[in-house]
């Protein structure tokens, strides 16, 4: 007997736990409550206040004040984020404003988990900030609410989550979701139609797994006392659902490798006999979690280590513009090195976090993106009938959404309507160019954009026109070597989406040969089958020298079935291309002048270096703000340059107006970042008589401009250089204006960083330093 809840398929699971066996599915519907709420938010003074006191984002602090209240409200409260950096950053800021919260996630030891757990239940803590590790199984009674932080992404994680709430039958299970953008909300209303509807995702099993089968081949011989018949095995593994339509040849190909390795040896015809080698790799090996490299992540402004990242992250994940969470704190990738260390700069805009550290956000599905795709259009037909305020006050109505939120989503699909851009659905991809840009709105989710994604770039690298290209759920955007004003569009969008057979295969061709990370995979099958010691150090040249080494073996075979199921889907592009092709879907095209779409900005700000550049003029209060928060939050090191004393790690914003040396009181004091320890270095060189390098010679001079800042405007000559692209000399002027206010400071700084991102790359000097030098 198999008990299960919030499947999508339950016949699916009856025959992985039936077999071969007669099965008989019995669904016992019972009526259940469920309430679901999405608020999202918008700052009010309150929240600017919570945004200075804590470092963090205005937005980020509405979403924590929003939970505050909320754990007022309730007797006992669950409180879901989809990662475990997320879920320590808002435990950490949550335990600044209250003490009754506790953090619970798979890192943890057993002990502490056990702890909180036991703290929970007695009522010593009012809520408890959890991944999915308390979305099965615990039973809380008191449990009156559930907080999902962001959208859950999928429709099975949000039943099981609410449903940890009114664990009865005779109480409603009542969940909010706290939504932190556009994108972010109307995902959160998709899933919450979709779970009204019990619209759940299609179960993802492995069918023919080669590892597991090689380890299973080894098991069944070893139940028999070493050796079998291959005849009995095979009748044995194929009794198991998942491989109940095994390939006589591929099963005879893993045999075979099995033999090339020692592992197992044929006897006497068709009998499998197990070597002393291969029973210490069938022990060796009972899990199949794969063992990690860990690559260190090391701060550029200070130079210093703030965290690791793991190997399945960095295979599949990292790319320079990355943002991620680490240690609790947002960061963005500038340069990963050839010895494998992250280089990485502080960012604080909360939109744009995936987690960086053991395991990575669920993706979200096709199904989800598709019914977001349709609420757009929906969106669409409703303005395009009644006019804006019309359509505001409909929503506010039918949506399970805060009033603010509502008129918020429907304004942003109004300002994209008003651009004149056809709105991207569930059956419309939109081709936007702006700039050097190409923005494809594409309602397909994050695995199916990724896939469409690469093998567009394919297309594109062919042409010699990609630089860089990013995706998400929503959209993928290319930057191109040249400015989309050069090109015809609308040939181009023809080009890359009406493909004819030939054509798509070539590319998905290409993209099984050189896109797909088969060597991240080949590493970790090759443990499982063991022609690898687990737990292997690997660069990832070496990593990925595993696809020349394994070549036609079923390590190779292995590798591409696992690529193909994780992380692309080939015959949902294959489906897409076909639908393109008789028209079922629209490819229009759009070209942005003046700023992007509304629809085009949020991936644009994850990605782009200035999303400043492209903001629309309603958000550079915010900006301002951000800027500001940011500034203050920098880590910096003061150096006094008449005693030498060395001042470690100050917070900008916790300076006071006027800085002074705590040893001799003097005023010259820098502000150091990355070069902080050289020049420190190189001023006791200096203090002592002797001689310096050019290069610390240079590092001095520019620390004393900016010492002779601090003397004269103090902590905001601390701020202005700070700021990306301002220097001595300019922050010098800028300083020189004697601002009345620090919002018309930020302003002139801001339009200060913007004109050196504007016209660095025509300049012959090298780049600067991000940042503090």
Request: overall charge negative; proline content about 5%.
């Given at each position: ?5 919030t ?12 077999g071969?066996?007669?099965l ?6 019972l009526?259940?409550r469920?309430?679901y709420?999405?608020?999202w ?46 879920v ?21 030891p ?10 929970f239940?007695a009522?010593?803590?009012k809520?408890?900030?959890s991944t ?7 039973d ?7 907080v ?44 919450v ?15 023919n ?10 098991g ?7 050796t ?8 044995i ?6 491989y ?14 099995l ?14 006999r197990?070597?002393?080698k291969?029973?210490?790799y ?17 701060d550029?402004?200070?130079q ?80 395009a ?8 006050k409909h ?7 805060n ?17 004149g ?21 594409a ?14 770039e ?8 990609v ?22 569009v609308q040939?181009?969008?023809d ?8 054509t ?20 970790g ?5 063991g ?16 696809e ?12 591409v079935?696992e ?22 879907i ?6 942005s002048?003046?700023t ?9 700000r ?9 903001s ?28 030498g ?13 006027r ?9 010259l ?10 020049v ?18 240079k ?23 700070s ?10 002027k ?6 009345d ?16 991102i ?15 030098y």
């Amino acid at each position: 007997v198999g008990l299960s809840a919030t499947v999508g398929e339950p016949k699916a699971i009856a025959r992985f736990f039936g077999g071969t066996r007669p099965l008989e599915v019995v669904a016992a519907p019972l009526e259940k409550r469920y309430e679901y709420r999405v608020e999202w938010p918008r700052p009010i003074d309150k929240d600017f206040e919570t945004a200075r006191d804590l470092y963090m984002s205005p937005e980020a602090a509405a979403g924590l004040n929003a939970i505050d209240d909320l754990l007022d409200e309730s007797r006992s409260t669950l409180v879901f984020a989809n990662a475990r950096p997320l879920v320590e950053l808002m435990g950490s800021r949550l335990a600044m404003v209250r003490q009754d919260v506790g953090v619970h996630h798979g890192s943890l030891p057993r002990e502490e988990r056990e702890r909180v757990e036991g703290s929970f239940k007695a009522g010593d803590m009012k809520a408890l900030v959890s991944t999915s590790t308390l979305e099965l199984g615990l039973d809380i009674g008191t449990v009156d609410r559930v907080v999902q932080y962001m959208s859950p992404r999928q429709v099975t994680s949000l039943i099981q989550r609410v449903g940890r709430s009114g664990h009865r039958l005779d109480r409603t299970s009542k969940g909010t979701i706290l939504a932190v953008s556009a994108d972010d909300a109307i995902e959160s209303l998709a899933a919450v139609e979709a779970a009204r509807e019990q619209d759940l995702e299609p179960l993802q099993l492995h069918r023919n797994a080669l590892d597991v089968l090689a380890h299973q081949i080894v098991g069944c011989a070893l139940d028999a006392g070493g050796t079998r018949p291959w005849t009995e095995v095979l009748e044995i593994v194929r009794s198991a659902d998942p491989y109940r339509d095994l390939d006589d040849a591929q099963a005879r190909k893993v045999v075979d490798f099995l033999d090339h390795l020692g592992i197992v040896r044929r006897q006497g015809g068709e009998a499998l006999r197990v070597t002393p080698k291969g029973r210490q790799y069938y022990f060796e090996n009972l899990s199949t979690i794969r063992d990690e490299r860990r690559y260190r992540v090391v701060d550029l402004t200070s130079q210093r280590p703030v965290g690791i990242l793991g190997e399945e992250f960095m295979m599949l994940k990292a790319r320079k513009g990355l943002n991620f969470i680490v240690r609790g704190r947002p960061w963005r990738i500038h340069e990963i090195g050839p010895d494998g260390v992250v280089y990485v700069t502080p960012v604080v805009d909360p939109n744009a976090l995936i987690p960086g550290w053991d395991g990575e956000m669920m993706p979200v599905p096709f199904g989800l993106a598709q019914r977001v795709g349709r609420l757009r259009k929906t969106i669409d037909a409703r303005l395009a009938r009644d006019g804006p305020e019309a359509a505001i006050k409909h929503f506010q109505e039918a949506w399970p959404l805060n009033k603010t939120g509502a008129k918020r989503i429907v304004e942003e699909h109004a300002n994209h309507r008003k651009a004149g851009a056809p709105m991207p659905t569930d059956d419309r991809i939109v081709v936007e160019a702006f700039d050097r840009f190409l923005i494809v709105h594409a309602s397909f989710g994050e695995i199916v954009n990724e896939t469409l994604g690469d093998l567009i770039e394919e297309l594109l690298a062919r042409k010699h026109l990609v630089r860089f290209w990013w995706t998400d759920a929503y959209r993928i955007l290319y930057e191109l070597v040249a400015d989309t004003r050069e090109l015809d569009v609308q040939g181009l969008a023809d080009e890359l989406f009406r493909l004819d057979d030939a054509t798509l295969e070539d590319g998905l061709k290409a993209l099984l040969e050189d896109h797909l990370p088969l060597g991240y995979y080949m590493k970790g099958i090759a443990e499982r089958f063991g022609a690898l010691p687990r737990g292997l150090a690997m660069g990832e040249g070496e990593m990925n020298s595993l696809e020349v080494r394994f070549a036609n073996t079923p390590i190779e075979d292995e590798a591409v079935r696992e690529a193909l199921l994780l992380h692309a889907d080939f015959d949902r592009v294959r489906h897409l291309v076909r639908r393109i092709r008789t028209g079922e879907i629209e490819i229009a095209v759009h070209r942005s002048e003046e700023t992007p779409t509304p629809l085009a900005y949020p991936i644009l700000r994850r990605y782009v270096e200035a999303p400043e550049l492209f903001s629309p003029e309603a958000e550079r209060e915010e900006i301002l703000e951000r800027m500001r928060l940011s500034l203050a939050s920098e880590p910096v090191h003061l150096l006094c340059f008449e005693c030498g004393q060395f001042h470690e790690e100050v917070r900008v914003g916790e300076m006071p107006e006027r800085p002074e040396c705590e040893k001799c009181g003097s005023r010259l004091l820098t502000a150091l970042g990355w070069s902080a320890w050289t020049v420190r270095d190189a001023l006791a060189k200096r203090m002592r008589k002797v001689d310096v390098s050019d290069e610390e010679r240079k590092l001095l001079t520019r620390a004393k401009q900016v010492a002779d800042l601090v003397a004269v405007y103090g902590r905001r000559a601390v701020f202005a250089n700070s700021v990306y692209g301002v220097g001595p000399t300019a922050a010098s002027k800028i300083l020189a204006k004697m601002h009345d206010t620090d919002r018309e400071l930020l302003n002139d700084l801001f339009e200060a960083k913007i004109k050196y991102i504007t016209t660095r790359p025509y300049w012959n000097e090298p780049q600067a330093k991000p940042k503090m030098y």
